[in-house]
């Protein structure tokens, strides 16, 4: 998981940096991120589904709550301190929570 996640970002930015030479280069590259992102995205699934989580849907309160924090300016650890340390109390979920 942690692979495809830093080949999507690294393939993102030589995308990008390709862009200004070989647009050929730049829209393989992303095509390449694309499909990272993607096992990613399916490998994280799979995750969930190990560990008895939900997927939240996209407009759930906890996913907006989550997304609002990723505008704030100096963001950092402490920014989803308190939200990531909830959830490390409810680990593992209980049936009820799951």
């Known amino acids: 998981m942690v692979q495809a996640a830093r ?3 690294q ?10 030479t070989s647009k050929k280069t730049e829209l393989k ?3 390449v991120a694309r499909a990272s992102l993607e096992e990613l995205l399916l490998d994280y699934e799979d995750f969930l589904r190990q560990k008895g989580l939900r ?3 996209e407009d759930c309160s906890q996913a907006q709550a989550i997304r609002k924090l990723a505008y704030l300016e ?3 650890y402490t920014t989803y301190r ?14 009820s929570s799951a």
């Open 74 to 76: 100096n963001r950092s």
């Open 11 to 20: 393939n993102i930015a030589e995308g990008s940096m390709a862009s200004g």
């Open 55 to 57: 997927l939240w849907a």
């Open 7 to 9: 080949s999507g970002k």
């Open 29 to 31: 590259l992303i095509g």
């Open 82 to 95: 308190t939200y990531v340390e909830a959830s490390l109390r409810k680990w593992p979920p209980t049936p």
